[in-house]
């Protein structure tokens, strides 16, 4: 007999996995600006208990791209409490202030919450508000997370 148990790092390696799939499938999305269902399927494989609600962030245009003299960008999400959350969804760099991100992300059983992967998915559908800002608005804002 065989038996298979996932160590801490398996699963973390798992996750990481799991982010960069993600992140491969919406970069093909970025030329078609549309999810077909090949990707929502994969996207609900991946992030099951995220999709949907990311998806209705982004289809209620609740996303912000603040972007800086610099280069430097954040992302703005108005969540469903109506709370604003800043959002670093870079390739390969993720973060939140919210809650899921906490006590889901850190601990590595999902691997983004709904805010960032609501990100990920505007930013490749281009489906997002872009609004230039300061270099010192984006400190401010890295500064108060």
């Known amino acids: 007999f065989f038996f298979f148990f996932f160590s801490p790092l398996q699963s973390a390696m798992e996750l990481v996995d799991s982010t960069l799939l993600v992140e491969q499938m ?14 929502l399927l994969s996207l609900n494989t991946l992030c099951h208990h995220n999709l949907a609600q990311a998806l209705d962030l982004v289809d209620r245009r609740t996303i912000t791209k603040l972007q800086s003299p610099s280069g430097r960008h954040i992302f703005q999400v108005q969540g469903s409490q109506k709370r604003q959350y800043i959002c670093l969804a870079s390739s390969g760099n993720n973060f939140c202030e919210c809650a899921s991100y906490m ?17 990920k998915i505007a930013a490749a559908l281009n489906q997002l508000e872009t609004k230039d800002v300061s270099n010192e608005a984006i400190q401010a804002f890295l500064l108060a997370i």
Do not use: G
Request: hydrophobic share 40%; net charge negative.
């Open 26 to 39: 919406l970069e093909e999305v970025s030329s078609e600006e549309m999810l077909s269902n090949e990707v």
């Open 103 to 119: 006590f889901s992300v850190l601990k590595r059983e999902s691997p983004m919450c709904k805010h960032v992967l609501a990100c």
